[in-house]
C-alpha cells in the first residue's frame, strides 16, 4: 500500500494529507473524513488488532453516527475470529454489559434480546457483569443485537479481561467522585439539620431558619442531580421496558423528598427532608461500591485464567508474534519458566509442566514429545517446540470460562424463585408505601411524607436478588481451584442428594493405562503376526484398551475398519472378516472359550485366533472414593462393558456393592432407566461408550483424560485424575447450599421485620438506609466466604 492509497480502504488519496490517523504507532493517511471516523472508532476500541491481520482493505466507510459504526466493526470476520464461537451455524459470543446492577437489569436485557429474530439464547450474570449471546448469523447480525442492548441504556461489547478490568476501574472511579460529593453534602447539611432539631435555632427568627434551609437545598441538589444518577437511570429503563426494578421505589423516595423539600423551602410550609435525600444517597452509593467490589473480587478469578496467555508467543525460527495471532499450525517455541501460549502437541524436547491452574494439583507432570499441554499453564525446565491445535479462543482456558460462566447463569430452582419474588416485591412495596401515606395522612399528616419514605427504602429487595447469584459465582469459582469444572448449575443441588454412585472401570477406577500382559494364539498365525493385525484394527479406536497395542507394528493392508462402539473392531484383511473385542462380538460361538481370564479376542471369520489378557492398574484415590461414600450411606454399583472375571477382581479389591460388567453403550443407560424412581445418581465415566449414560443420569461426571464425547455429556469434568476431589466437590456443594440459605434467610427476615416496623412509623429515613444498605453488604460478605483461600482445606478436615 502506498502513501496515496487510503490506510483504511486502499482507495487513492484525492484529498491531499488533511486526514490522518495514528495506527500501530504511526500516522497513516486517510482519504475521506468516513474513513477517518471509523479508523479512530477502531483504535479507540482497542481494535488495532483488526489492521494487523486483515486479509483485505475495508469497504469504503460512510458517515454514519460514531457509536453505530463502532457496533458495525463487531460483523467484520477478521475481527470475529478473536471472540466468536461458531457451532453448527450458530454462533456464540461472551459479552462485557456496563450498567447492570439488579436481577432486573438482567431480566430485562434478557426479555428484550430474547424476543429479536435469530437470537436463541441470552443470559446475563449479574455478579460477573457478562453475558452470553447465542444468535444465527444469517438471521441477524451481532451489530444489531449490541445497539439493542444500547438501546435498552446499557454498554455491550465482546469480553475482553483487560477491557472489563479497565471498564470496572472507570466506573468505581465514577462511583467514587459521586461518593465523595454525596458524603460531603451530608456533612454539611446534617449540621444545620442538628442544630435545627435540637432547636438551637429555635428562638431565631423565621428568615434566618429558612436562609439555613436555602443553604442545605443548595449542598442537596448536586446529591440529587449527580450523585444518585445511577438510581434514576436504573429506575427509567425499567419503566421503559414496562417492568419494575429495585432503583424505581429508590428513585421515587429521593425525588418525592426533594420536590416536598424544595415547596416547603420556598413556600416556607412544611417540613424539609435535605438530611435524609444526602445521608439516603451516601449510604446507598457507599453499599452499592462495597457491593460491586465484593462482586468483583468473585468475578476476577475465572477472567484472570485468560490473562495467564501471554501476550506475546515466540515461533520456532526466533520471531516473536502476539499470542492472540497463533493459528492452528503454527510451531512454537517455549523456554524454562515461561507459559504455554497455545494449546498443542510436544513436537520436540522434555519438560515438566505447572498445571496446577487447571487440575488443583501443585505437583509437576513430566511432558515428552507427543503430549498435550494446555496455554497458560507453565514450562518448567526445558526447552520444547509446541505444535499448535488451537486458537486462543478455542483453546481450553478459554473454553473454562465459557463453561464457568454458563454454570453461573444456570440458576437453581431457589435463585430463579427468588428473582421472581424480588420483582413482585417492588410492587408489593410501591402500593404498601401508598397506603401507608393514606392512612398516615388522615392520623398524622405532619409525620406521613417521611414515614412514607421510610417504607420505600428500608423494604428495597437488593439483598433478596443478591443472594443466590453471588454465592454461586464464588462457589463455581472455588469448584476451579479444586480441578472441577461445572458445566450445569443443577450440580449444586444434586450432588448432594446422590444416593447411588454409578462409576465405569477403565479409565476411572483404574488409570487407564492399560498394558499387555498375556498373548495366547490359536491357530497357525505367530504371535508377531497376530499383535500387529490387532495394532492395526484397534489404531481405528480412541480407548484406553487400543493404546495397548500401539507400541505394535501395524500389519499393512487391513481395511474397512469400522469401530462399534462398546463391543470393538472389526475389518478386512487378505480378504477376510477380522474381528477384535469381546468374545460375545469377536466368535460366533463364545462359549468356547471357557472360563479364560482373557478379555479381548481377535477372530478370522467369527473363529478365534487369538487372545490377549490387559491389566490396568487401580487408581490410588478410588478406594477413598469408595470408602467415603459408603461412608455416606451411598450404595456404589460399577457399571462396564468388561468381561465379569477382570470386572469382579477390581470390585472385590475396592469392596464394592455391585457389578454390572459385560454390558453395551445402550445397556449401560438401559440399566440406569430400570433403577428405582427414588434413587438419585451419579454416573462417573470417560469413554465414548459413557456418553449415553453420562447423559442420562441425574449428575454425571466426566474424567479429564476422557473423550470429548464423555466430557460434552457430563455435568462436570475433572480435570485432573483424582477421584477425591468429587468427595470435597460434595461438601462444598453442601456449603454452598447453606450459603444461599443463609443469605435467603437473612434478605427475608430482615424485610419481614423492617417492613411492619417502617409502616408503624418506628424507623427513620437514614435508619432505613442505612439497614437496606446493610443487608446487602451483609449477603454479599456472607458469600464471599465462599471464595476463601483456606475453604477447601476446612471442607477436607470436616
Request: hydrophobic share 45%; net charge negative; proline share 4%.
Amino acid at each position: 500500500m502506498t502513501r496515496e492509497d487510503c490506510y483504511h480502504c486502499g482507495e487513492p488519496v484525492l484529498t491531499g494529507d488533511s486526514f490522518h490517523v495514528e495506527i500501530l504507532g504511526e500516522e497513516r493517511t486517510m482519504c475521506c473524513p468516513g474513513c477517518e471516523a471509523v479508523a479512530t472508532t477502531i483504535v479507540a476500541s482497542g481494535l488495532t488488532s483488526y489492521y494487523e491481520y486483515r486479509t483485505a482493505p475495508a469497504e469504503k466507510a460512510s458517515l454514519i453516527p460514531d457509536e453505530l459504526q463502532s457496533l458495525s466493526l463487531y460483523d467484520n470476520d477478521d475481527i470475529q475470529q478473536e471472540f466468536v464461537r461458531h457451532e453448527d451455524g450458530i454462533d456464540e459470543v461472551v459479552l462485557s454489559v456496563d450498567g447492570v446492577s439488579c436481577a432486573a437489569c438482567a431480566w430485562l436485557i434478557e426479555k428484550q434480546l430474547g424476543k429479536e429474530a435469530g437470537v436463541s439464547r441470552i443470559q446475563v450474570n449479574t455478579t460477573t457483569n457478562r453475558a452470553t449471546l447465542r444468535w444465527d448469523p444469517s438471521a441477524t447480525k451481532l451489530s444489531i443485537l449490541l445497539s439493542r442492548i444500547h438501546a435498552l441504556g446499557y454498554k455491550a461489547a465482546p469480553f475482553e479481561a483487560d477491557s472489563q478490568e479497565h471498564q470496572y476501574l472507570q466506573t468505581m472511579k465514577q462511583y467514587l467522585y459521586k461518593l465523595g460529593i454525596a458524603g460531603l453534602a451530608t456533612m454539611q447539611v446534617m449540621m444545620l439539620a442538628v442544630a435545627m432539631y435540637f432547636e438551637v435555632f429555635g428562638d431565631m427568627d423565621e428568615s434566618f431558619r429558612d436562609y439555613f434551609r436555602w443553604v442545605s437545598l443548595i449542598f442537596a441538589t448536586p446529591v440529587l442531580l449527580y450523585s444518585a444518577m445511577p438510581f434514576y437511570i436504573n429506575a427509567w429503563r425499567n419503566l421503559k421496558a414496562r417492568t419494575l426494578g429495585m432503583d424505581v421505589p429508590v428513585s421515587i423516595a429521593l425525588l418525592f423528598a426533594y420536590f416536598a423539600s424544595l415547596y416547603a423551602t420556598v413556600t416556607g410550609v412544611g417540613e424539609v427532608f435535605f438530611e435524609s435525600i444526602a445521608m439516603f444517597t451516601f449510604f446507598l452509593l457507599l453499599g452499592r461500591f462495597l457491593e460491586m467490589r465484593a462482586r468483583r473480587t468473585a468475578a476476577a478469578a475465572s477472567a484472570n485464567l485468560l490473562k495467564l496467555i501471554p501476550r506475546l508467543a515466540t515461533l520456532q525460527s526466533g520471531e516473536q508474534i502476539p499470542a492472540k495471532s497463533l493459528t492452528v499450525g503454527h510451531i512454537v517455541r517455549v523456554l524454562p519458566g515461561e507459559p504455554f501460549p497455545a494449546d498443542g502437541v510436544i513436537l520436540e524436547g522434555i519438560t515438566t509442566v505447572d498445571e496446577s491452574m487447571l487440575t488443583g494439583e501443585s505437583m509437576p507432570e513430566s511432558r515428552k514429545v507427543d503430549d498435550v499441554v494446555y496455554a497458560g499453564t507453565i514450562n518448567i525446565d526445558g526447552n520444547v517446540d509446541v505444535h499448535v491445535t488451537a486458537e486462543k479462543k478455542d483453546s481450553l482456558i478459554a473454553h473454562i470460562v465459557q463453561l464457568q460462566d454458563a454454570a453461573q447463569l444456570a440458576k437453581p430452582r431457589v435463585a430463579e424463585i427468588a428473582d421472581i419474588v424480588a420483582r413482585y416485591f417492588v410492587s408489593a412495596i410501591l402500593i404498601i408505601s401508598a397506603l401507608t401515606w393514606w392512612y398516615w395522612q388522615s392520623h398524622r399528616p405532619d409525620d406521613a411524607f417521611w414515614i412514607m419514605l421510610s417504607v420505600l427504602v428500608a423494604t428495597c429487595p437488593c439483598a433478596l436478588s443478591l443472594a443466590t447469584p453471588t454465592a454461586l459465582t464464588c462457589s463455581t469459582t472455588t469448584f476451579g481451584r479444586l480441578g472441577i469444572l461445572l458445566r450445569r448449575g443443577h450440580v449444586f443441588e444434586a450432588i448432594t442428594k446422590i444416593n447411588r454412585l454409578i462409576i465405569d472401570k477403565t479409565g476411572t477406577l483404574t488409570e487407564g493405562n492399560i498394558s499387555l500382559k498375556e498373548t495366547s494364539t490359536y491357530a497357525s498365525y505367530s504371535e508377531k503376526d497376530v499383535l500387529s493385525i490387532a495394532a492395526a484394527l484397534e489404531s481405528y479406536a480412541n480407548h484406553p484398551i487400543a493404546e495397548a497395542f500401539g507400541e505394535c507394528d501395524k500389519m499393512q493392508g487391513v481395511t474397512n475398519v469400522e469401530n462399534v462402539i462398546g463391543e470393538g473392531l472389526k475389518g478386512q484383511y487378505q480378504g477376510t472378516a477380522w474381528r477384535i473385542g469381546k468374545p460375545a462380538f469377536a466368535l460366533d460361538d463364545p462359549s468356547d472359550i471357557g472360563e479364560s481370564l482373557h478379555q479381548i479376542w481377535l477372530s478370522r471369520n467369527g473363529k478365534k485366533i487369538a487372545s490377549f489378557r490387559l491389566i490396568d492398574p487401580i487408581r490410588e484415590s478410588s478406594q477413598a472414593l469408595v470408602d467415603q461414600f459408603h461412608q455416606a450411606g451411598i450404595k456404589v454399583t460399577m457399571l462396564t462393558g468388561d468381561n465379569f472375571h477382570s470386572a469382579q477382581a477390581v470390585a472385590n479389591h475396592l469392596g464394592i456393592d455391585d457389578v454390572v460388567s459385560d454390558v453395551s453403550p445402550k445397556g449401560k443407560l438401559e440399566y440406569l432407566q430400570s433403577r428405582p424412581s427414588d434413587e438419585v445418581t451419579m454416573m462417573i465415566g470417560d469413554g465414548v461408550n459413557d456418553a449415553p449414560v453420562l447423559a442420562g443420569a441425574h449428575l454425571s461426571v466426566a474424567m479429564g483424560s476422557g473423550t470429548d464425547v464423555a466430557k460434552a455429556s457430563a455435568d462436570m469434568v475433572l480435570l485432573g485424575d483424582d477421584l477425591s476431589k468429587l468427595l470435597e466437590a460434595r461438601k462444598l456443594a453442601a456449603f454452598t447450599q447453606k450459603i444461599i440459605r443463609q443469605n435467603l434467610a437473612w434478605a427475608l427476615g430482615y424485610n419481614l421485620i423492617i417492613l411492619p416496623l417502617a409502616v408503624m412509623g418506628f424507623v427513620a429515613p437514614y435508619i432505613a438506609v442505612a439497614g437496606m444498605s446493610g443487608s446487602s453488604v451483609i449477603v454479599v460478605t456472607n458469600s464471599l466466604r465462599l471464595f476463601k483461600k483456606d475453604v477447601i482445606e476446612k471442607l477436607r478436615d470436616a
